[in-house]
T-cell receptor, first 112, second 114 residues
Framework: QKEVEQNSGPLSVPEGAIASLNCTYSDRGSQSFFWYRQYSGKSPELIMFIYSNGDKEDGRFTAQLNKASQYVSLLIRDSQPSDSATYLCAVNEAGSARQLTFGSGTQLTVLP | GAVVSQHPSWVICKSGTSVKIECRSLDFQATTMFWYRQFPKQSLMLMATSNEGSKATYEQGVEKDKFLINHASLTLSTLTVTSAHPEDSSFYIC??????????FGPGTRLLVL
């Protein structure tokens, strides 16, 4: 069973701090990795994707990928209360040309 | 860019009726769209993969005769919940695959079957 695992949280950080969200995946052949944000009662929205080992930065968000450790993370700098949401990690696995496997999500609360 | 719309955003219907949900990619063509269902406090559950011009591929446990999917064009996929029952009440979300295998989600449709 191919899996994508995330700590369900809740994760609480104070406003202005760095929030670190982690995700591990079981399929070593996975190729593409995505982070989505889902506010309560809303559908997921794409934050960023990463394909290559290392860091990818976009504004306050940094995705980090380590394929050897089968680990992908999302850092949110200068966290704001508006960042409070559930963050979903998704992986495009080898042999699955189109489908994504989603983690169960990490609930983040940024405290003002 | 990469905007996906869904219609309706919410629907309430009586048990036994059929409900049709539309998913449109507004500014890009999507040969592949996906339909998900999400129950409260739970993660997304993939129901089926919708391919333009061919039959949908359903996930295990999803009844293809109950959840009819039609992907008639590169910008439109529809999900019809036939003979809906209260247990079908859920949040239905579609996504369309854009470039680099990125999935963009529609805003979702809340279905309540009385």
């Amino acid at each position: 069973q191919k899996e994508v695992e995330q700590n369900s949280g809740p994760l609480s950080v104070p406003e202005g701090a760095i929030a670190s969200l982690n995700c591990t995946y079981s399929d070593r052949g996975s190729q593409s990795f995505f982070w989505y944000r889902q506010y309560s009662g809303k559908s997921p929205e794409l934050i960023m994707f990463i394909y290559s080992n290392g860091d990818k930065e976009d504004g306050r968000f940094t995705a980090q990928l380590n394929k050897a450790s089968q680990y992908v993370s999302l850092l949110i700098r200068d966290s704001q209360p508006s960042d409070s949401a559930t963050y979903l990690c998704a992986v495009n696995e080898a042999g699955s040309a189109r489908q994504l496997t989603f983690g169960s999500g990490t609930q983040l609360t940024v405290l003002p | 860019g990469a905007v996906v719309s869904q219609h309706p955003s919410w629907v309430i219907c009586k048990s036994g009726t059929s409900v049709k949900i539309e998913c449109r990619s507004l500014d890009f063509q999507a040969t592949t769209m996906f339909w998900y269902r999400q129950f409260p406090k739970q993660s997304l559950m993939l129901m089926a993969t919708s391919n333009e011009g061919s039959k949908a591929t359903y996930e295990q446990g999803v009844e293809k005769d109950k959840f009819l999917i039609n992907h008639a064009s590169l910008t439109l996929s529809t999900l019809t919940v036939t003979s809906a029952h209260p247990e079908d009440s859920s949040f239905y979300i579609c996504s369309a695959m854009g470039q680099e295998r990125t999935q963009y989600f529609g805003p979702g449709t809340r279905l309540l079957v009385l």
